[in-house]
């Protein structure tokens, strides 16, 4: 049984100022600042830890879904209600590029680890890939096998991950063009990746977060008790990977033991649905946003 204590549990600041609900909050590379979009098509930029906002971005036509920042900090990428994605300088708050292509809206979009390309998961059903460095802003890339809304996409080194309503997890190995599909048999609405590379998190809409194993496609674990069956949630694995945690639609936080999926700790965050947790990459710490509007940082 791990540890209850070292989990962030403990409000230690509250980010105000987005007007109406919070979509996504994300840490950056380092830990030292989040990133957050929402309703009011604004993605701000916030010290976290001092509780300080830095910068607004604004030029989205619509409610903004997700954001995510460069390692090294220099641009962003965000996408939305108005179906383009676009690609921002973080110092000058300048839009550099939109790209257009995506037949509805945007839910997801993630650089790779070169920050040369973003790829961007569709209601449209498609995967697009999007040279950051050409001036094009044609595709360099669609992938559209699912048969419904792309929800979430994470990248790893040689492969694109997604998840999909249509109940699976498909990875693409881009260097030899194939094709793995994980059936869930529910609609997937969020993945994130383990730290060590080995499992994919899977959130479905019957309240159940799934671990897979990456090379195999097995089921792990699952893990219940919150409740998730209508809002995109996030969910993610602790820094150690020791733990899982996620949102819920009643304002809750949820922290699950990775490998007996009992429930470690579970805490009224939000007056309103948790969409978003982010964990910090070395510090016991975690960031919630919700439909209530605000965003809270949590240490332990």
Known sequence: MSDVSELPNKEANVLKGHEGGVLAARFNGDGNYCLSCGKDRTIRLWNPHRGIHIKTYKSHGREVRDVHVTQDNSKLVSCGGDRQVFYWDVATGRVIRKFRGHGSEVNAVKFNEYASVVVSAGYDQSLR???????????????????????????????????????????????????????????VNCISMSNDGNCILASCLDSTLRLLDRTTGELLQEYKGHICKSYKLDCCLTNTDAHVAGGSEDGYIYFWDLVDASVLSRFRAHSSVVTSVSYHPTDNCMVSASVDGTIKVWKT
């Open 129 to 187: 890939a999007w040279d950051c460095r050409s001036h094009s802003t044609e595709p360099i890339q669609i992938i559209d096998t699912f048969s419904d809304s792309v929800m979430s996409v994470c990248l790893t080194k040689t492969e694109i991950i997604a998840g999909s309503v249509d109940g699976t997890v498909r990875t693409f190995d881009i260097r030899i063009g194939r094709e793995i599909s994980d059936n869930l048999g529910h609609p």
